[in-house]
């Protein structure tokens, strides 16, 4: 879902998500155990500007480079000594089997996932209700609102893939939903993230998405 653009081709919704996965980021690199052990001046591969930015912002030492490919492509460049590290969807990996190649696992507070990083959406026809019929039976609700919530925030500032902006929202332990969301300067020079607990409701992920004011009211 994390690269599924906001807007939807008409007469298609997404009623339904499965149980999401893990929503953090990985660290991989062969000579260094952390992003915070890499000597200064060396060479992080990504092609995403939302990593680009938090890794700068933390540590401006760095240099990250575009680094496309596959993530067998990724890796073998990697290998090859093209960058010294990389970063990639820990979802991704344990879904094709290669957990094996994890350094570390970067927290959420230091690498602010993608908008719905970790979830898989299915679409159907808006006018087939046979189809949206099986397809509640799939449904993970949790994961389904979580998700509303973050695309909605990154339809609101007219986010995609392309554009450093992050987002995660969770059910806390008192039943809330709570949403943390990073919109940043491609260099890491500048950054605002912020969030808010609410109780989760269609309503609300809807007006959420609606509202730039209110979006920006949780930011500090």
């Known amino acids: 879902?994390?690269?599924?653009?906001t807007y939807l081709p008409s007469g298609t919704i997404l009623p339904c998500n499965l149980p999401r996965e893990d929503v953090r980021d990985v660290f991989i690199c062969p000579t260094a155990g952390s992003l915070a052990e890499l000597q200064a001046g060396s060479i992080v591969g990504s092609a995403s500007l939302?990593?680009?930015?938090?890794i700068l912002y933390r540590?401006?030492?760095l240099k990250v480079i575009n680094f496309r490919g596959n993530v067998q492509t990724r890796l073998r460049k990697l290998k090859e000594g093209e960058v010294?590290?990389?970063l990639l969807a820990f979802a991704g990996l344990k879904r094709l089997g290669m957990i094996q190649h994890v350094t570390c696992l970067l927290s959420t507070d230091e690498m602010?996932?993608?908008i719905a990083q970790g979830a898989?959406?299915?679409a159907c026809r808006s006018n087939d209700d046979k189809m949206a019929g099986y397809l509640a039976a799939l449904n993970h609700e949790e994961t389904r609102l979580a998700v509303s919530c973050e695309r909605a925030f990154l339809e609101t500032l007219d986010g995609s893939c392309r554009t450093p902006i992050a987002g995660y929202a969770f059910r806390d332990k008192d039943g809330f939903c709570s949403f943390r969301g990073l919109i940043a300067s491609p260099d890491g020079t500048r950054g605002e993230i912020g969030g808010m607990p609410f109780h989760i409701s269609d309503k609300f992920v809807r007006s959420y998405g609606k509202s730039r004011k209110f979006l920006t009211r949780g930011i500090v």
């Not at 879902?1 to 653009?5: E, H, L």
């Open 1 to 5: 879902m994390k690269d599924v653009p």
């Open 50 to 54: 939302r990593r680009q930015s938090q």
């Open 59 to 61: 540590y401006p030492s």
């Open 84 to 86: 010294h590290a990389t």
């Open 112 to 114: 602010l996932p993608a």
């Open 120 to 122: 898989i959406g299915i």
